[in-house]
């Protein structure tokens, strides 16, 4: 017996755990696994957060930028407009032409989409009405764009400025 006692402590001794120890361990395991796997989804949800807030970011750069180009934009087509009967077929009036053009291939590449207009219903969220004309029917459709409206995905970077019909 006293060569069993002496074997305990001679276990504990040389560096072998008792229960007790093992399971206190074992428990401090678990609270810091725990901690740790709270710890990375608590970074995983920053750097998504951090994703989404870069990402709206952009978006509202580029519809910034967008918006303060609309005036150049309307300015070119208001002039394509007028262009007299004997011109359309210049050199010079082809080459205003391709810069719009170029414009709004640029602004579809960015993800910019001209708002639908003539013939569709209206929409409020789309369009602005700035007159509404008489008709026979009860629906109202648009009969005239008055000046473009641009989307970039679902937000409206200037509606659409229209005439309604009610048709």
Known sequence: MSQN??????????????????????????QLTEALQRERADATNIR???????????????????????????????????????????DYI???????????????????EKIKTVGQAFDPKYHEAVTMEEGEGVKEVVSEELQSGYKLGEDIIRHAMVKVQMK
């Open 5 to 30: 006692k002496k074997t305990k402590s001679m276990d504990a001794q040389d560096g072998l755990l008792t229960a007790e120890e093992i399971e206190q361990l074992a428990q401090e395991v678990g």
């Open 48 to 90: 998504r957060r951090h994703d989404e807030q870069m990402a709206g970011l952009k978006t509202m750069v580029k519809a910034n930028v967008v918006r303060e180009l609309l005036p150049v934009i309307d300015n070119f087509d208001r002039a394509l407009k007028h262009v007299p009967k004997e011109l359309e077929k210049n």
């Open 94 to 112: 082809k080459g205003v032409q391709g810069v719009v053009k170029q414009f709004e291939e640029t602004l579809g590449k960015m993800g910019v």
